[in-house]
């Protein structure tokens, strides 16, 4: 049995009073569940307030990136212990606005996911294709050759802190979202290629969310494809009650 994930995505939203009402409206809706695990991840600045407001609240703390350098010449980066040293233990990697708009590369991506297995870091790895890799069928190879080049270089310990998010992108933001098919599709797909590489017994343990306009309305369906474990969300988890309604629809 996987426990469920709903995290929440805050992009580059919210000030930090804008943050504080956010988490502070979380914790008197949410009711906390054994079967499912959430996590919210708001930007930098926002991370020691919510590290501190979510002390006695079972909701993590995670922060969108980090470089892959220890520390140094790198203006306006953020290290892992930089991370850690506020209480910070899961980080998202590989976002597809990191890739178009940041240039991460593959190898980049490599670099990060070693480091964060190094500093012993929760890493939501995200994978997930173009639409015009869909509309050329392609979109199983990206997904694959995302994975391998980033990811499959780890020894099989890592995935200990390992979840993937499979994010098409043409469902980000856009209210287009992959269908339950096209999701399990996928999700099956990401999962045997784990299995190929490092066995069935790791594979059946991974946690694979799915992320791209996932709302109230499509949440239960999406959640219930037996290759999903959870979602990670972005405009609607800058909502309490969306975000909190997403939450009860991961609750077995
Ligand atoms: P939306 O839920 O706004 O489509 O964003 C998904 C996402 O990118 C989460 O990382």
Known sequence: MRTKIVAGNWKMNKTLPEAIQLINDLKSMVKPDKSVEVIIAPSYVNLPKAVEL??????????????????????????????????????????????????????????????????????????????????????????????????????????????????????????????????????????????KKYGRELASHVR?????SVKPANAAEIFAQPDVDGGLIGGASLNAKDFNAIIEAAKS
Request: proline share 3%.
């Open 54 to 195: 979510l002390n006695d609240f079972p909701i993590k703390v995670s922060a969108q990136n980090m470089h892959f350098a220890d520390h140094g010449a790198y203006t306006g980066e953020v290290s892992a212990d930089m991370l850690k040293a506020i209480g910070v233990e899961t980080v998202i990697l590989g976002h597809s606005e990191r890739r178009a708009y940041f240039n991460e590369t593959d190898d980049i991506l490599q670099n990060k996911a070693h480091k964060a297995y190094e500093k012993q870091m929760t890493n939501i790895f995200c994978v997930g294709e173009q639409l015009e890799d869909r509309q050329a069928g392609k979109h199983f190879d990206v997904v694959k050759n995302q994975l391998s080049k980033a990811l499959f270089a780890l020894p099989l310990q890592a995935y200990k802190k390992i979840i993937i998010a499979y994010e098409p992108v043409w469902a980000i933001g856009t209210g287009e979202t992959a269908t339950p098919s096209q999701a399990q599709e996928m999700h099956h797909f990401i999962r045997e290629s784990l299995a």
């Open 208 to 212: 694979i969310l799915y992320g791209g």
